[in-house]
């Protein structure tokens, strides 16, 4: 059955430095999401992407994060500069109707020192 | 805003028992999706059963079924013929018709005890 992958399942990096988490959606969807989950908390909407653009995003989401498809089946999200507060779990999901159901893949956790 | 809640942080149930895990939400919107997901530990969350709230009738399948409470706002899942395989984190998610993030609950814990 097809997966959302994920890679890498944990990433540690410094405080200020870039990160890119990346995400294999399902091959014929063509809605994706973003979302993160802080230990402890609650799961996170960030940002929805669809055609090539975002189409909805979320306070969190501000100029420090970007999302991309470079090709035809990643879909990154790019941290610029990282803060301690970014540390958390931070999920990839995807759909083939935005409002079908969403398969998620294992996650990423980011640890920032 | 939405706001997706989840009384129970942590519950257990023996094997073969029902259990009924809870959630409540808020909003003002009159069409919506309501959602479980089950994330056993490690693994990624996969939908354990949807309901559509224009739908009076509570989703079901197989063990797992839902009642749906419009009016109160709530949305719980019960879980009959407990196994060990559910022993899972479970949450509850609402999506507005009018957009497409899933807002989720704080989520639950269930073991399932043999």
């Known amino acids: 059955e097809p997966e959302v992958t994920q890679t890498p399942s944990h990433q540690v990096t410094q405080m200020g430095q870039e990160v890119i988490l990346r995400c294999v959606p399902i091959?014929?969807?063509?809605?994706f999401y973003w979302y993160r989950q802080i230990l402890g908390q609650k799961v996170e909407f960030l940002v929805s992407f669809y055609n090539n653009e975002i189409s909805e995003k979320s306070e969190i989401f501000d100029d420090q994060f970007s999302v991309e498809r470079p090709d035809g089946s990643n879909f990154t999200l790019k941290i610029r500069s990282t803060k301690l507060e970014d540390s958390a779990m931070y999920f990839c999901?995807?759909?083939?109707?935005?409002?079908?159901?969403?398969?998620f893949g294992p996650g990423t956790r980011l640890t920032v020192l | 805003a939405q706001t997706v809640t989840q009384s129970q942080p942590e519950m257990s149930v023996q094997e073969a028992e029902t259990v009924t895990l809870s959630c409540t939400y808020d909003?003002?919107?009159?069409?919506?999706?309501l959602f479980w997901y089950k994330q056993p530990p490690s693994r990624q969350m996969i939908l354990v059963i949807r309901q559509e709230a224009y739908k009076q009738q509570n989703a079901t399948e197989n063990r797992f079924s839902v009642n749906f409470q419009k009016a109160a706002k709530s949305f719980s899942l019960k879980i009959s013929d407990s196994q060990l395989g559910d022993t899972a984190m479970y949450f509850c998610a609402f999506q507005p018709f009018t957009g497409n993030q899933f807002y989720f609950g704080t989520g639950t814990s269930l073991t399932v005890i043999p």
């Open positions: 909003t003002s919107e009159n069409n919506y999706y």
């Open positions: 091959s014929n969807h063509l809605y």
């Open positions: 999901a995807s759909n083939s109707g935005s409002y079908n159901e969403q398969f």
